[in-house]
């Protein structure tokens, strides 16, 4: 390093070079009266420091967001008290104006005084702007200009990424077997594309790799509840409550700001969480590139990726300040910036005592150019000639999957497949894509008819979807029609509805494209037309009462099963409860019982169950269970009256069914309802005696009963089912990629009579 200690230093570095200055102090034994701090600290000191209140200020006075004001805050230590051309100057002036005005920035007057007596060095700022030149200039500070020390002569070309990253593990096992500890070597020009591909080809090289992520309190499940209603009581982890306590403490200026909640969502989002280090592990640090003298002469730099446009990185014209405005504050436009950052590249790669550099072609998404920088340094590109098998067995058991794959399809045969072959042929095409049983630990099952639905129809896909969580949710504009119409049905009963305020209220709580605000014009004169019929209808039955949207749940032993019926019409009579059910379609849907038994169309038989096992009413009389089909496409204002008609099975006992619908024996409203000439109810009516009844209500304990066990025993088995050749499982399933799924896992469910859709 080109500087030379002596007492009373003030040096004015970035922390990574001070702990290296601190190192080799302790190394060398000796004892100098250091001062350290940061550029940020000195401007700090030597223009303002702008006071944490001054962010929600801004927010409260002005229409910045807080993104904006991150960005403006730094630009004021440029500002001059002179007349500014430039439009955004001119308000930042104001704004600085108005922050003095308010006591938000804080002065220290006797920074300079206290630097005289102090020989004031700087380093490790290679970008410094003409702002803060004049500054460094006027604390009489001296500006440590690094020295290149070692001859950088070539540099390895790689054609992929992957290919790259095997290399440098290679390359770093050989280092190792030579006695480098993992800790003395660094990657640099590493970004997060290189993560996963680092990640593991490290881990088949059985490399220690510290890689720099940073999981903050606003990604993790506690801290997104805590922020939901700013309630410390979310947060159940003792280190997340302390983290935010003190968060909270900071911000208590704000408490009664209608900002509060945003500049504790903000700080949660750059507060983060402790992540474990391995001691003797490679560490990934792009500084190395830029900062000259930041290696230790024991260290070991493999730079990845110096590719143009990557190494140096590029500055564009699309900051907070533009261009022509940071040429006017005095401030380095893009151009300056990208020229002095290759050089300042140049020169801190030639500070580094073993270095490594490469770069790639292709990665899996993009394709590279070698950095300008290779021919202005005259470095001589080379091919990785040696390939690592000594090191990983899964390594070259995957090389050799790549070498085959390429055999067959290609009739390519790679020389290393003879080096190969000999030792691991016999994995190749062994892959076993079947579940391996687990198990899951829930402190409480709970089970709708949704889940139960996913695990009749697959298990596995109930394990991705519900165990590992795996489904991104995302809404559709079906779903919202099918909110939409749900709420304005749901409202109907109530004495002040009018439809108009309803479908707005309903409408209100989505953000709508132009287009859906244009479909939903036609969707809406459905809609009435709907609400109308449904009070139409219900003018035949006896049933006058209504439950909307009602609630259910039931609790087993180990679940707790859980319902929400659409609609639930009764009336009270003797001591008895007559009650029919329906469920609003906006969708199609199957109505078949006939494979209960497999537990699959059980929806409406579940909501019997509940409603007869709940409690919800005394002495429950079944009158009927019914789909309500909403959108179906029809011609005319008769044949949309028809495809409204309820569909379902209703009660064997005319005496019951009576309730329901006065005029059963040529029923308006309940499709395919009728009676003989003598009086019977005909063969096309769907009908469920007592008997089978309670045969269908034992059938879905049964089932719920089963489900609730095999997943609680993990069995989550790949297991789609097929009806009369027909998959039902797999067509919207959004697990196809990762199940593998092959005819082997094929369940065929006997068919026991046709398929009924309603
Ligand atoms: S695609 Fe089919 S087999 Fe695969 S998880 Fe989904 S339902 Fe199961």
Redesign the pocket.
Known sequence: MSLILEDDMYIIAPSNLKKKILLEQAKNHSLYRLSFASLQEVKEHYFFRVKEEATLFLLEQTDYTLDVIRQLLPVLYSLEDKTYTHPKLKQLQAIKALLEQQNLLEYDGDYKRYLKTKKVVVMGYPLLEPYEKKMLADLKATIIKPQAKYLLTTITHYNTLYEEVVGVAQAIRTLNQQQVAYHQIVLAGVDTSYYYTLQTVFSWFSIPLNLPKKYSIAQTIQGQNFLKELDITALTSDILKQKVQALLQTFSYAKNSPYYATLIADALQHTYLDVPLYQDAITIDSNVCTIADLCRDDQYVFVLGVNQNKIPAIYKDDDFLSDVAKQEVGQLCAAEKNKALKEATKLALQTIPHVFLSYKDTSLQEIFYPASMIEELNLTTIEPTIYPYQFSHTYNQYTLGLLLDQYYKYHEEASDLTKLLPYYNSLYQTYDHTYQKHFVTMPKLVLSYSQLDDYA??P??YY?KYVLQLEAYQETFAQKIGTIYHQVLASMYQDSFDFDTSYNQAISAFDLTVKEKFLLKRLKNELAFIVEEVKEQEKNTTLTKVYVEKKLSLAGDKYLLKGFIDKILFCEKNGKTYYAFLDYKTGSVTLNFDYLAAGLHMQLPIYLYLIETSGLFNQPVFTGLFYQMLLKNSKNDVEKKQNLKLVGYVTAEEDNLVWLDENYEKSSWIKGLSVTKDGRLSAKSKVLSSEQKEQMKQLVKEKIDDFANAILAGEFA???KIVQQKNL??QY?P??EI?F?DAR?NQYLDSIKEEDHA
């Open positions: 129809l697959c596995f896909r991705a790949i297991a789609p499982s797999c399933c697990f196809k199940c799924h896992d």
